[in-house]
Nanobody
């Protein structure tokens, strides 16, 4: 059974930082590109950032370029999302997702597995 478990969410002030983790199990992690998506109340799911299965390529959502980074540790089956200079508009539930492919994608429909999400709230 595949599981993706996000952690690290919470409440932070604008300008602050958070680091999210996504621990994967039940799959060959190094065979999957990974993505982070977010969903704010009343809005659709938005692509945040993605990383190739090797870790060598990153795709960025337009709203997070220069502020968020992604990394992965294939030995520990974990992907990380470092979020800096957080803004109130970054408030959302953040999901990690796995795609059986070398490269990530901004389309959520092509991902094979999803985590349950972790809440990030940025206060002004």
């Amino acid at each position: 059974q595949v599981q993706l478990i996000e952690s690290g969410g919470g409440l932070v002030q604008a300008g602050g930082s958070l680091r999210l983790s996504c621990a994967a199990s039940g799959l060959t992690f190094s065979s999957y590109a990974m993505g982070w998506f977010r969903q704010a109340p009343g809005k659709g799911r938005e692509f945040v950032i993605g990383i190739s299965r090797s870790g060598g390529t990153t795709y960025y959502g337009d709203s997070v370029k220069g502020r968020f980074t992604i990394s992965r540790d294939n030995a520990k089956n974990t992907v990380f999302l470092q979020m800096n200079s957080l803004k109130p508009e970054d408030t959302a539930v953040y999901f990690c997702a796995a795609k059986f492919s070398p490269l990530p994608d901004s389309k959520d429909t092509v991902y094979d597995y999803w985590g349950q999400g972790t809440q990030v709230t940025v206060s002004s």
